[in-house]
């Protein structure tokens, strides 16, 4: 069974979606994105500093993909 994520960055306009099975990202284009009301609301509730999670338990956003960066983050922000 095919699965999808719709993915965007706090502060950027772009959205990106993730095809697990085929395990490709691609950004979403203004003709994809045109006509649906669902796309219409994320971006005016993103537009507004609303985060949407819906179907995941974590994300993280990273610069990096090192050990250390990795170490960080499972940590916990309270935790050196």
Known sequence: MAKYFIVGEA???ELWLVDVQ???VEQLTDADLQG???FKDVKEARKNGVSVVKG?????AT???S????????NGPDKK
């Not at 050990?67 to 499972?74: E, G, I, L, P, Q």
């Open 11 to 13: 502060g950027k306009d």
């Open 36 to 38: 649906s009301d669902f």
């Open 22 to 24: 085929s395990k490709s």
């Open 56 to 60: 995941i338990n974590i994300a993280v």
């Open 63 to 65: 610069d990096s993909r």
């Open 67 to 74: 050990a250390a960066d990795t170490k960080m983050h499972s």
